[in-house]
């Protein structure tokens, strides 16, 4: 389970290092490989154990190719989809293509999201963040039956 917020650096080769409070859980699951994809609603990158993203390649392949919405989840997720491996340092290489389309430059923000983690353009973390928590606070976003009925 992935939770948690981290300020995270992308150094000049495109690597960034995987906090070590993830990274025992992180091999324990996926050994050192991980699959980095796009989001495709934001401009960020998910993150997830090999195993997790296989349960979901799964799920995309039985997607119908005949229907639009579904060939453009499939096109863009698998498409970009880039097996990554955590090196002896706990670090991984942002493929180019990847950090180009999230805005990811040195500063980022790694976003645990239980069994994935996003990871953020920390500038576009920050805005969005503020985005949100204004939308909630006007009442702006509308909330779907299920989170209606979530008690916190």
């Known amino acids: ?17 995987i906090p070590s ?23 960020c990158l998910l993150l997830y154990p090999t195993p997790r993203w296989l ?14 919405a579904s060939r453009r989840i499939q096109r863009l997720l698998m498409g970009h989809a880039t097996d990554v491996e955590l090196d002896s340092q706990g670090r991984i290489l942002l493929p180019p293509l990847l950090r180009e389309y999230a805005g990811l430059e040195k500063s980022a923000m790694l976003v645990g999201q239980g069994k994935k983690f996003e990871i953020w353009n920390e500038a576009q973390w920050q805005a969005g963040r503020t985005a949100w928590l204004a939308d909630a606070a006007n009442g702006a976003s509308s909330m779907s039956a299920e989170l209606l009925a979530l008690s916190l």
Request: charged content about 25%; glycine content about 6%; cysteine-free.
């Open 1 to 17: 389970m992935f939770r948690g917020l981290t300020a995270i650096q992308i150094d000049t080769k495109g690597r960034l290092s």
């Open 21 to 43: 409070r993830y990274r025992t859980p992180l091999l324990d699951e996926t050994g050192n490989s991980v699959v980095i994809t796009i989001d495709t609603e934001q401009p």
């Open 55 to 68: 349960e979901i390649e799964q799920k995309l392949e039985q997607l119908s190719s005949f229907h639009p």
